[in-house]
């Protein structure tokens, strides 16, 4: 139990660690050149999570790798999908989250 006084806002609502969150209405990811252009996205802009939509993938058990172009780059992220297959046939709908590497090691853990 809290003692009276305390403010618990401050208590739960404090963050472990800085992250930075988007969302993005990506319109596809069913090109390789769009995915890419999402990895350099993230990349330049140090998001950890992404909020994505009209992903147009509706497989909800996939999880894409995405990775900036350049072999250096150590940055890779994970865009984990979901969609309604009955909603496929129009190709409009589906809806994701990019996260970093950093965010999907804290979210299986």
């Known amino acids: 139990m809290l003692p009276p006084n305390t403010n618990t806002e401050a208590v ?3 963050p472990r660690a ?3 969150l988007a ?3 990506v ?3 069913m090109q390789v050149g769009q995915q890419i252009g999402l ?3 993230l990349e330049s802009l140090n ?3 992404c909020c994505l939509s ?3 993938i509706q497989d909800s058990g996939e999880v894409l790798q995405i990775r900036f172009p350049y072999v250096a780059s150590k940055s890779l992220f994970y865009v984990r999908l ?3 297959p009955v909603a496929s046939s129009s190709g409009l709908a589906g809806v994701g989250v990019a996260l970093s590497a950093r965010a999907e090691a804290a979210l299986v853990e």
């Open 39 to 41: 990895a350099m996205s």
């Open 27 to 29: 319109r596809t990811l």
């Open 82 to 84: 979901s969609g309604d």
């Open 23 to 25: 969302a993005f209405n």
């Open 54 to 56: 009209e992903t147009r």
């Open 18 to 20: 800085q992250f930075k």
């Open 12 to 14: 739960f609502l404090k």
């Open 47 to 49: 998001i950890d999570v």
